[in-house]
């Protein structure tokens, strides 16, 4: 039996996987550059962040009503709790998708449908996280946030993915600012490919309460001191950060260097479809590859209730 879990660091259109999305491209008409999920599967080799990018959001297209979306969250929500995950915060990109002419009320209503449903269905507790494109523009960002107000009841945070060098955290202070006030949770993807410089700023400029990725925090003693301090979570992904190239092999990853340091880490799983794993498969990579006993393994589990958005008497009741 897979421990219980929490997933924090979960791209929705990440899950997509090659069989689904070959069946929404008929659904739909959409014509697939591929011919094969087989053929689709082999593109699955990246040279970094940027490259498995241009894939994500080519693969978007298949993606049109909210039947889609729904179909896709229930479909991540079923895996997922197969491998012990009991509470999900899902990060979405509806730049993806009104960029393509989606509405973006399509977007949250076809996603929010599948989460209401999914405590019932599949014994998961769920949050939406909204997140920005951050090599969009901040005013695109806060057209976004603007048109995603009538929905907002369905949206527990805010968060910002994308290619990060070059599009440091301080851009979207301003989105950041109206996301507090509309009493959001802030969190952002920070020293995944970019410098630890980008941790601090989400820190200071955006206000965030956890940081996605958060890495190379490790080349930065002041900041590790900081984050271990503060009991700042980090979501790691181990099967990411190696498909992605931010670490040689898994048997590299600074998982425990990480926890020995004191600091608060989570292990999720980023993009599954994508990264060759989901939650409890991310587990079993770092307990192989990193020798981590099953002490170690409870704690990971235990601290992403921690790190989780859920109210304290609930964490407790999930542990
Ligand atoms: C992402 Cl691994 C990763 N990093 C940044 N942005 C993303 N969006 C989806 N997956
Ligand atoms: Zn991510």
């Known amino acids: ?19 689904l999305a070959f069946a929404l491209a008929a659904r739909n ?3 697939l550059p591929y011919a094969s999920t087989e053929e689709l599967r082999h593109a699955y080799s990246f040279r970094d962040l940027q490259s498995f990018l241009d894939l994500y ?12 979306f729904h179909d896709l969250a229930d479909a991540y929500l079923r895996r997922a ?3 012990g995950v009991r509470h999900a915060e899902i990060f979405f990109d509806p730049q993806a998708h009104t960029s393509r002419g989606v509405p973006i009320g399509t977007v949250i209503e076809g996603l929010g ?3 209401d449903q999914a405590e019932h269905r599949h014994g998961v507790t769920t949050r939406l996280i909204l997140s920005f494109l951050r090599d969009q523009s901040a005013e695109s960002a806060l057209a976004t946030f603007e048109s995603a107000r009538p929905h907002l009841h369905r949206v527990h945070g805010v968060g910002l993915d994308s290619a990060e ?6 851009k979207f202070r301003e989105v950041y600012r109206l996301a507090a006030e509309a009493g959001l949770h802030r969190v952002a993807h ?5 410098p630890p410089a980008y941790i601090t700023e989400a820190l200071d400029e955006l206000g965030v309460e956890r940081v996605d990725h958060g890495l190379r925090c490790l080349e930065d003693p002041a900041l590790v001191d900081r984050l271990a301090r503060e009991q700042v979570p980090l979501t790691v992904c181990p099967l990411s950060n190696v498909r992605l190239r931010c670490v040689d092999t898994l048997a590299d990853h600074p998982l425990r260097r990480m926890i020995d340091a004191g600091l608060l880490v989570t292990v999720n799983s980023d993009d599954p479809a ?13 307990r192989e590859a990193l020798g981590l006993d099953d002490e170690t393994l409870r704690t990971l589990a235990a601290n992403s209730f921690t790190a989780s958005f859920l109210d304290e008497e609930t964490k407790a009741a999930r542990l």
């Open 190 to 194: 920070a020293g995944e490919e970019g």
């Open 113 to 115: 449908r599948a989460l």
């Open 274 to 286: 994508y990264f060759g794993g989901y939650a409890d498969d991310n587990f079993a990579a770092v």
């Open 1 to 19: 039996m897979p421990l219980p879990k929490a997933e924090l660091h979960l791209h929705i259109e990440g899950s997509l996987e090659p069989e």
């Open 29 to 31: 008409g959409v014509p």
């Open 81 to 83: 709790a197969a491998q």
């Open 57 to 68: 959001y080519a693969l978007t297209a298949v993606l049109r009503t909210e039947d889609d």
């Open 165 to 170: 060098v070059g599009h440091p955290p301080a």
